[in-house]
């Protein structure tokens, strides 16, 4: 059993907020100045100690252990400039102290991750840019459907993080708010100024109510389901990279970093790395789901429970990242087999719609044209025949309005050419793409 003063503690991670915890105090001490509830001379002595301090976090000295960081931090302070360092807690509480802290430290971080999104998107730019010709099967079901250009099946993920980096702005809007000055619940008697701490930090505006601000973790939730969803782009972007490269597919080659062997067969060459984000998805999503599991049914205002925010937060914050650089590395070293892709978009009666399409332009209702063009297909699977096999005869009895030209039509590339419609996947329209996605993540 551990003792219960260990038990309740959080230091052990909660010190990673030292730095914003002494910033925020710095600013909380200015305000307090400024309102004339503490002296000029109290407020250097006490901004002196915490800059001191704040220069020791930053070389990775940490103040020694106490229960949590700010009374870490309290403590040390009082230890390098004696009793005055205790007068910083004024008009303060804890519970209004961890949710500024909190809220600084994820500020950060947002912006970290959505420059490492951004990153991310440059590489899925870069690599269709640079096999903008490359043809392969598009999927539904993971049946070939139609041939579409692998460049654009790679934008749809710079779409997806895309809108990550958006979903990431507008939960830093929710996040920017002060919750200082609402001290253990009911706000204070000191006549203090929250709108001038608030412009010190750099947030946007003040709480509006003090009882909502020290119980309120929506903001630590709302990253958590941003953070949720971008894991969830990189898992289904690692599955596709895991089926492109198996030998069945063979689309991709991974550089060997980012593949394992097997300790019994020599022939292996596993996507380890892509797996392992795949499976970092369910422990984000798990990270998600224990802070709204730790906020259900809690009774306003501050309980301890929600001491229990900061693991999950953090786990994401590091998963995410880690596995947000991991991507971009394997997509830069990424080798894609253009020959393997061609040959599996020739495959599969991907011309089908564009046979029932031609009937369609020539008067037959698609529903016919669809079932003619179902048995042309029957016909040719059972002939052993691909559709560019077939002769102008052939083609006749299944229908008399199609002529040998239509065999034209079929290949990937004429496919692929017709797709016109906006944001399909002809060349004019992934070339805008990737013009506006340049716009959007490399022009800052
Ligand atoms: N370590 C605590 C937390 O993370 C700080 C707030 C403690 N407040 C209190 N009333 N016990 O939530």
């Known amino acids: 059993m551990p003792k219960f003063q260990d038990f309740i503690a959080s230091y052990a991670f909660d010190k990673r907020l030292a730095w914003y915890d002494a910033v925020g105090s710095i600013a909380h001490v200015r305000m307090l100045k400024k309102c004339g509830i503490i002296s000029s001379s109290d407020e250097k002595k006490i901004i002196k100690g915490l800059e001191s301090i704040i220069k020791d976090a930053e070389k990775g000295k940490l103040p020694p252990a106490q229960e949590d960081i700010h009374y870490a931090v309290e403590k040390e302070l009082i230890r390098r400039i004696g009793p005055v360092g205790g007068k910083m807690h004024t008009a303060r509480s804890r519970n209004d102290q961890v949710a500024l802290d909190l809220r600084l430290y994820l500020r950060d971080e947002i912006i970290r991750l959505a420059d490492l999104l951004n990153a991310l998107q440059q590489e899925l730019v870069s690599a269709a840019e640079k096999n903008i010709g490359a043809v392969m099967p ?203 892709m061609l040959s599996a978009a020739q495959n599969g009666y991907m011309g089908a719609t564009e046979l029932a399409d031609y009937l369609a332009r020539k008067g037959i209702p698609f529903r016919e044209a669809h079932g003619v063009v179902k048995n042309l297909v029957s016909y040719c699977v059972s002939s052993g025949k691909v559709f560019e096999d077939l002769n102008a005869a052939e083609l006749k009895r299944f229908s008399p309005v199609f002529s040998s030209e239509v065999l034209k039509l079929v290949l990937p590339e004429s496919i692929v050419r017709t797709k016109t419609s906006y944001g399909g996947t002809a060349l004019p329209s992934v070339k805008l793409q990737i013009r506006k996605l340049k716009k959007l993540c490399f022009q800052k």
Not at 161 to 180: A, I, M, T
Request: a negative charge; proline letters at 4%.
């Open 138 to 340: 598009g999927y539904t079901h993971l049946q070939p459907a139609q041939p579409v250009l692998f460049s654009h099946h790679l934008l749809a993920y710079a779409w997806m993080f895309q809108r990550d980096k958006e979903r990431f702005s507008d939960c830093y809007d929710r996040v920017n708010v002060l919750p200082l000055g609402s001290a253990a619940l009911a706000g204070t008697s000191f006549k203090i100024d929250r709108n001038f701490t608030a412009k010190l930090l750099g947030f946007a505006s003040v709480s509006e109510n003090s009882m909502d601000s020290v119980s309120d973790r929506d903001f630590a939730a709302e990253f958590l389901s941003c953070a949720s969803i971008a894991m969830m782009h990189l898992s289904r972007l690692s599955e596709e990279l895991i089926v492109w490269s198996s030998a069945e597919f063979g689309f991709v080659r991974l550089a060997d970093e980012f593949t394992s062997g097997s300790s019994i067969m020599p022939q292996k060459r596993n996507p380890d790395v892509a797996e392992i984000i795949r499976g970092k998805s369910g422990r984000v999503y798990g990270n998600q789901t224990a802070l709204l599991s730790i906020l259900k049914g809690l009774p306003l205002t501050y309980n301890r429970d929600l001491q229990e925010d900061k693991p999950p937060v953090f786990d994401t914050v590091d998963t995410l990242s880690s596995c947000l650089e991991v991507t971009a590395a394997m997509l830069a070293s990424l080798k894609i087999n253009p020959g393997r």
